[in-house]
């Protein structure tokens, strides 16, 4: 199925029709549309086959902290009134007692927007399709994430995020796009690029650390990478 643009056509249901006389405002979200549908098609065609032998995200462990991220957002809900006195020990009761990541998340699904929430286990493909899309936070970046970048720029944070992996794979796809990283600590980030690696984080890594490797198929594409300020060593 392939969108037609410029002119009306006597089309299939389903298929997007673009003016190119139409104002840019009415339009783009129509471009952005057919931009995301062919980059997950093209993602879908090129998606190695998946990891083996990986806990999925919502089976991850839980930790601690994640149970006290938890605990504060169910705290505030009843403060403000939005769940009870008995909601909220019942929430708190499933939440000590919870070991994955998967029985966490749901504690707090009816209580904050998605992009709010204090866990995120969304492992989709991340696009920017003529805009800036961001994911960051407490979230747990597959073993192997395809990232798509056209006219835009795909913003990915992972100085609090959950690696399923200690080798995690970028399947970067940029055309007039860019792939901006930022990184805590100890985490190497390398780009594979028509059979070069080069090493795109300055500062030196622990033997063993975990390593993110941006395999990229680019035109007109840009990877960056943010670190954290380097310590002054102490004299």
């Known amino acids: 199925?392939?969108?037609?643009?410029?002119?009306?056509?006597?089309?299939?249901?389903?298929?997007?029709?673009?003016?190119?006389?139409?104002?840019?405002?009415?339009?783009?979200?129509?471009?952005?549309?057919?931009?995301?549908?062919?980059?997950?098609?093209?993602?879908?065609?090129?998606?190695?086959?998946?990891?083996?032998?990986?806990p999925a995200p919502s089976e991850l462990r839980a930790s601690d902290a994640d149970r006290e991220r938890i605990a504060q957002v169910l705290q505030d809900a009843h403060a403000d009134?939005?769940?009870t006195l008995e909601e909220l020990e019942e929430r708190l009761g499933v939440l000590y007692s919870a070991r994955t990541l998967g029985d966490l998340a749901g504690l707090t699904a009816d209580l904050l927007p998605a992009?709010?929430?204090?866990?995120?286990?969304?492992?989709?493909?991340?696009?920017?399709?003529?805009?800036?899309?961001?994911?960051?936070?407490?979230?747990?970046?597959?073993?192997?994430?395809?990232?798509?970048?056209?006219?835009g720029t795909t913003k990915l944070d992972l100085r609090d995020a959950i690696l399923q992996n200690r080798r995690v794979v970028i399947n970067a796809t940029l055309v007039f796009g860019g792939l901006e990283i930022q990184v805590p600590e100890d985490l190497e980030?390398?780009?594979?690029?028509?059979?070069?690696?080069?090493?795109?984080?300055?500062?030196p890594t622990e033997p063993g650390a975990p390593v993110v490797e941006v395999r990229t198929t680019n035109f007109a594409g840009e990877v960056k990478v943010k670190e954290p300020p380097r310590r002054k060593r102490r004299r």
């Open 1 to 54: 199925m392939i969108p037609a643009y410029g002119v009306e056509r006597n089309l299939p249901p389903g298929d997007i029709v673009v003016d190119v006389n139409e104002r840019a405002g009415s339009w783009l979200p129509k471009l952005q549309e057919v931009g995301e549908r062919l980059a997950e098609e093209f993602v879908s065609a090129r998606r190695p086959p998946a990891a083996t032998g990986l």
């Open 81 to 83: 009134g939005r769940i």
């Open 115 to 151: 992009d709010q929430q204090p866990l995120n286990l969304d492992g989709r493909p991340v696009s920017a399709i003529f805009k800036q899309e961001q994911r960051g936070g407490r979230w747990v970046v597959p073993a192997e994430l395809a990232v798509t970048a056209m006219f």
């Open 189 to 203: 980030v390398i780009r594979v690029a028509k059979g070069k690696t080069v090493r795109l984080t300055k500062q």
